[in-house]
């Protein structure tokens, strides 16, 4: 049995590790070599935010399911709001459904909402702390990792009690995709980072919530086979769902590809992946083009000029017209 426990251990965090390094090499390998794709998958109502909302979903009917099930009151409350907060966030991350089903926003909501959605989060009385948020989560997710790594190894006592009490401790065999959070939310190695760190949020609280779900609900002999069709079928499922969703509700993102060429990719010293972005845009008129766009590609070839170093990452008006004289001199 512990031989077979031990062995479990082992094929479980080789999975999560193994999982974290796929999806950060395919963020990657979009981000670099498909450029068209990676504005796909980072867009509005595209592949990141449908899977945010789907894993956020999952994981909130989950423990929704485990906070029914007969047991201690604390542990079953614990879930329960955590249940609730998961699926508020899965209504939230696509205003709950509203352009999916053309639902109009009441003029009384309009007002007082930044993007005029039926959200919550997108009020402007929390704006600032939306701008602040994701540091939060990020530095909140470091320091459960921290203190679930001090449990796990100095206090183990303490730790068995917490989880009985429904108190989460984060497994260590899931630090590897927690750490994809905090990754894209304090170092933006890509644009429009925040929307992957969302994703990956996500896609790590459901792995956390089936992980837990498993132990309230297998048999004492760990089943490895089981752990491994729950745990890559949720990514499959979510991955499926998000492109299935972003097919049937297929919207043009003009402004996003637009943003992408001329602000984003440039801003990286990517003149390239944004020529890409152009071309499809011409090839694809309905999907992207929009009045500025022609003006807006002769920008970034000028600015690909006078910044051809991807190094050289300045965009500050007073030291671009600085390097013009400079360069008429």
């Not at 390094?21 to 068209?36: C, H, K, S, T």
């Not at 909140?140 to 190894?153: D, E, K, M, P």
């Amino acid at each position: 049995m512990q031989g077979n426990f031990r062995n479990t251990q082992k094929i479980e965090i080789i999975t999560y590790i193994v999982m974290a390094v796929i999806l950060l090499a395919g963020v990657y390998y979009l981000f670099y070599y498909d450029p068209v794709n990676y504005v796909v998958l980072i867009a509005e109502d595209k592949w990141a935010e449908y899977g945010t909302f789907v894993s956020f979903f999952i994981a909130g009917v989950l423990l929704l399911l485990l906070a029914s099930k007969q047991g201690a009151y604390l542990p079953r409350s614990i879930w329960l709001v955590i249940g609730l907060l998961a699926i508020f966030i899965a209504g939230e991350e696509v205003s709950w459904g509203q352009r999916v089903f053309d639902i109009k926003t009441p003029s009384s909501i309009k007002q007082y909402n930044s993007q005029n959605e039926l959200t919550l989060h997108n009020f402007k009385t929390f704006q600032d702390a939306n701008k602040k948020l994701p540091a939060v989560l990020a530095y909140l997710i470091l320091l459960w990792a921290l203190l679930s790594l001090a449990l796990t190894l100095f206090m183990r006592p303490l730790k068995q009690t917490l989880l009985k009490m429904g108190i989460p401790v984060l497994p260590m065999k899931l630090v590897p995709v927690f750490m994809l959070v905090p990754f894209f939310y304090l170092y933006f190695p890509t644009a429009k980072a925040d929307e992957l760190g969302e994703l990956f949020l996500g896609l790590a609280v459901m792995f956390w919530v089936i992980d837990l779900f498993f132990i309230h609900y297998r048999e004492q002999d760990f089943n490895q086979s089981a752990f491994l069709v729950s745990t890559i079928g949720a990514l499959i499922l979510v991955l499926s769902l998000s492109v299935s969703l972003t097919a049937l509700h297929a919207r043009p993102m003009p402004w996003r590809l637009n943003i992408m060429a001329v602000r984003d990719y440039p801003q990286f010293g990517m003149y390239q992946q944004s020529e890409v972005i152009y071309d499809y845009i011409y090839q694809h008129p309905e999907v992207g083009l929009r009045s500025n766009t022609h003006k807006d590609q002769l920008k970034m070839q000028r600015m690909a000029k006078i910044y051809p170093d991807p190094a050289e990452k300045v965009f500050n008006k007073k030291q671009l017209r600085w390097r013009r004289v400079k360069r008429k001199l």
